[in-house]
């Protein structure tokens, strides 16, 4: 009975192995998602504060153009 019961350890021990694995690999896997949506998040928060302010001087630039374009003075 002791030699039938060596394989079955061995198993049993290769198992909680693998399932150690498993949880650490899954582990990492979840700090890499959690992670890569917070930097999705912030970037596009970035990006759309940027955007404000690109539409912000697109908007100055025309008022100007339109300004020099009339003659007017800046001041």
């Known amino acids: 009975m002791a030699g039938q019961e060596?394989?079955?350890q061995r198993?049993?021990?290769q198992d909680w192995?693998?399932?150690e694995y498993i949880?650490?690999?899954t582990s990492s896997i979840?700090?890499?998602t959690d992670f890569l949506n917070?930097?999705?998040m912030s970037c596009h928060s970035r990006l759309a504060t940027l955007n404000e302010k690109l539409t912000a001087l697109e908007r100055r630039?025309?008022?100007i153009?339109?300004?020099v374009t009339k003659g007017e003075t800046l001041t």
């Open 23 to 25: 949880e650490v690999i």
């Open 17 to 19: 192995a693998n399932q």
């Open 11 to 13: 198993e049993i021990h």
């Open 6 to 8: 060596d394989p079955v």
């Open 65 to 67: 153009e339109a300004r």
């Open 30 to 32: 979840k700090k890499i």
């Open 61 to 63: 630039l025309e008022y």
């Open 38 to 40: 917070s930097f999705d």
